[in-house]
């Protein structure tokens, strides 16, 4: 009986948590499938954002405020932005994990509302800044959305990541088992693997969301070579969230969001000469690589 009453205050609580996580659990779904929703098999590269506006749930404000811009084949975009400005949300209505308030986004002239959630988000590959790792070996991460890759093509795509050399240096390489969460690796390294998983996608756009924000800056500028390359040969499109400019300096265009407005848009050079929020970012960014001044 003294068991069951210190028992008691724990079986209380666990019983209210459960109850939370199944009202979680049985939540309606808001984004579904349309009627007579088509597969997104294939993709021109032309993505166009059209007057949107979008709230999130429950707030006063809207977070996008007339977004319209429209990409070109095998371009790729940059979106830059202080944090807050709206950069992910851009992202998140083309994957449709929200829906637009206002207006439309589009991918090759047709609503995005109008494909098969699940295809859609099949053929779009995309990289976050908080990366996810499982309990395994480094080979099955890697692997994880292509579980019969060969060996082969998991080392290509570590290498694309510039993950291989650091793999090939542990004592049982890609049979080296990480624990839950990635323990073990560097905030770095983690990301280097998500992004060769994501290579390893069938994917037709390509999104990397501050993914190499933890990796020094020499060695995110040589995975952001490696990934121009491999993004202009196999997606219709690319687009790459980040709020270092040397991270986005090749991009073929650079969107620049301010507050949920489409501040600019243009090459680095051209913002560099017409925008006076980008060389104000730019200036902010190399001031904080200078040393401190001792007097």
């Known amino acids: 009986m003294l068991l069951i009453g210190f028992a008691a205050p724990a079986i209380a609580q666990a019983s209210a948590s459960a109850e939370?996580?199944?009202?979680?659990?049985?939540?309606?779904v808001e984004i579904q499938n349309r009627p007579q929703a088509a597969p997104f098999d294939k993709c021109g590269g032309r993505v166009t954002f059209e007057d949107v506006w979008f709230r999130y749930p429950g707030a006063t404000e809207p977070?996008?405020?007339?977004?319209?811009?429209?990409?070109?084949?095998?371009?790729?975009?940059?979106?830059?932005?202080?944090?807050?400005?709206?950069?992910?949300?851009?992202?998140?209505?083309?994957?449709?994990?929200?829906?637009?308030?206002?207006?439309?986004?589009?991918?090759?002239?047709?609503?995005?509302?109008?494909f098969e959630l699940e295809s859609l988000r099949s053929h779009i590959g995309i990289v976050f800044q908080e990366t996810t790792l499982f309990s395994g070996t480094l080979r099955e991460n890697i692997a994880y959305a292509k579980p019969n890759a060969s060996l082969e093509e998991v080392i290509a795509v570590a290498k694309a990541a510039y993950i291989h050399e650091f793999i090939e240096s542990l004592?049982?390489?890609?049979?080296?088992?990480?624990?839950?969460?990635?323990?073990?690796?560097?905030?770095?390294?983690?990301?280097?693997?998500?992004?060769?998983?994501?290579?390893?996608?069938?994917?037709h756009i390509l999104i990397l969301d501050d993914s190499t924000s933890a990796v020094d800056a020499e060695t995110a500028d040589r995975i952001q070579a490696s990934l121009d390359k491999i993004m202009r040969d196999r997606t219709c499109n690319a687009f790459v969230i980040a709020?270092?400019?040397?991270?986005?300096?090749?991009?073929?265009?650079?969107?620049?969001?301010?507050d949920g407005k489409l501040a600019a848009q243009g090459t680095h050079e051209e913002l560099m000469r017409t925008s006076s929020l980008y060389g104000a970012i730019l200036e902010s960014q190399v001031n904080q690589k200078q040393p401190a001044i001792v007097a």
């Open 20 to 28: 939370r996580v199944y009202e979680i659990i049985d939540a309606p």
């Open 243 to 258: 709020q270092r400019i040397s991270t986005i300096q090749n991009a073929d265009r650079i969107l620049l969001i301010d």
């Open 63 to 114: 977070t996008l405020k007339g977004i319209s811009f429209e990409t070109q084949p095998k371009e790729l975009i940059a979106i830059l932005g202080t944090t807050g400005s709206g950069k992910s949300t851009v992202i998140n209505l083309l994957q449709r994990f929200y829906d637009v308030t206002q207006g439309s986004v589009r991918i090759d002239g047709r609503d995005v509302r109008d």
């Open 171 to 203: 004592p049982k390489g890609y049979d080296t088992i990480v624990g839950e969460r990635g323990v073990g690796l560097s905030g770095g390294q983690k990301q280097r693997i998500a992004i060769a998983r994501t290579l390893l996608t069938d994917y």
